[in-house]
């Protein structure tokens, strides 16, 4: 089968980085003599027929810019067999070829479904700040979150050292603890929550006491959103110890320009693609492996995530104290 139009569209969190995606789409699909559209707001688009023509000017002045140009959204309607279906008949009224969507897990699952149910060619480009995505060591959007979370860390350690204070810091990431734990190394922080671990509170608190009578009078805690919130975890430190803060970062590492890592991965895996449904690729999913792009199953992308990356990550833990 020829390809010859094929849509794109971000769904699910945004994420920074899914811009970039976009560009390199549009312009490498335009290269290739391929007609291209944008949905927006992600499936719900698809549903309701939000489809707009896009060209390579189109996508001009936005590789700088976070945040999607195409909208992202959740949709329930897309979770029912009725609800793909109504998109599936919206693409092909279009003669629409291949859909790309760039998103996380979920929007994996719901293009999984798109091409059991009704053949659909589909390719995923991971979009999410989580870094949760199996089988490829990083999401679009994972970096720049990192480096906002870093930053903040940063800041709240200037005040937290004025003012001898002990302060938790709650990341996102959902139950992934990868922004967590690369924040904290980044950071400096002397300790980190995360899911899947047993969080020994009265150790941390008992290593505080010690550090403190020996000089060390502040203290920074990471907090994987996924462990629990960082207000609860503070109410059992005040216990013992007084002059507890907590910051919730929250949506700020979801938004601003992307990092120039992002940037170049948005380029390479958009290009990977449109490349892939031009070769055949219908059910598959665009990765980073070893400093390099990888097309896969996207049966394999939607797996829940290799336990030894996970515990890659509680081994790091160790590096901090
Ligand atoms: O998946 C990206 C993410 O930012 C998670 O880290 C977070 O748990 C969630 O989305 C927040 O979702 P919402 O923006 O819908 O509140």
Redesign the pocket.
Known sequence: MKIKRIAVLTS??D?PGMNCAVRSVVRFAHWKGIEIFGVMHGYRGLISEEFIPLGPRDVSNIISRGGTILKAA?CEEFYEKEGREKAYKNLISRNIDGLIVIG?DGSFHGALLLHQEFGFPVVGIPG???NDINGTQRTLGFDTALNTAMSAIDKIKDTATSMDRIFLIEV???LSSAIAVFSALAGGAEDVIIPGERTDLKNMIEKIEEGRKKGKKSWIIIVA?GAGKAEEFAREFRKYISDVRVTVIG?L??GGGPSAFDRILGALMGQAAVQALLEGKHCHAIGWRNDDVIVYKLQEAIKPQDRGKISFYHQLIHILT
């Open positions: 699910g969190g994420s959740r996380g999410t700040i989580d996102m990431g959902r959103e949506h590492q979801r």
